[in-house]
Nanobody
Framework: QVQLVESGGGLVQAGGSLRLSCAASGRTSSPYTMAWFRQVPGADREFVAAITATGTRTTYADSLKGRFTISRDNAKSTLYLQMNSLKPEDTALYYC??????????????????WGQGTQVTVSS
């Protein structure tokens, strides 16, 4: 079992930056692929980015490449999402997710079995 807690959300003006964090606890010694998703009310959860257990491989939603960067610090059991050049359409509840794996990347929310409670990001125009 792994518990995930996101932080770092908030209100930012368009063009600004935020860094989200996701602290993992529990069985963090096992390898986990981790990811960020986001969701707005009335819509499905949207894939943002994923990273392998060792951090050597990443994948991003095509529309977010170049603005968002996913990374992890396994010594701190923490996942990060650096978000730059934020736009109002980036406003959403951002979730951290994890699943047992060491080599593969996953882009669908039903492929993850551990979730945080989410952190709200609001971008004003």
């Amino acid at each position: 079992q792994v518990q995930l807690v996101e932080s770092g959300g908030g209100l930012v003006q368009a063009g600004g930056s935020l860094r989200l964090s996701c602290a993992a606890s529990g069985r963090t010694s096992s390898p986990y692929t981790m990811a960020w998703f986001r969701q707005v009310p009335g819509a499905d959860r949207e894939f943002v980015a994923a990273i392998t257990a060792t951090g050597t491989r990443t994948t991003y939603a095509d529309s977010l490449k170049g603005r968002f960067t996913i990374s992890r610090d396994n010594a701190k059991s923490t996942l990060y999402l650096q978000m730059n050049s934020l736009k109002p359409e980036d406003t959403a509840l951002y979730y951290c997710a994890a699943r047992s794996s060491d080599l593969f990347l996953y882009r669908r929310d039903n492929e993850y079995n551990y979730w945080g409670q989410g952190t709200q990001v609001t971008v004003s125009s």
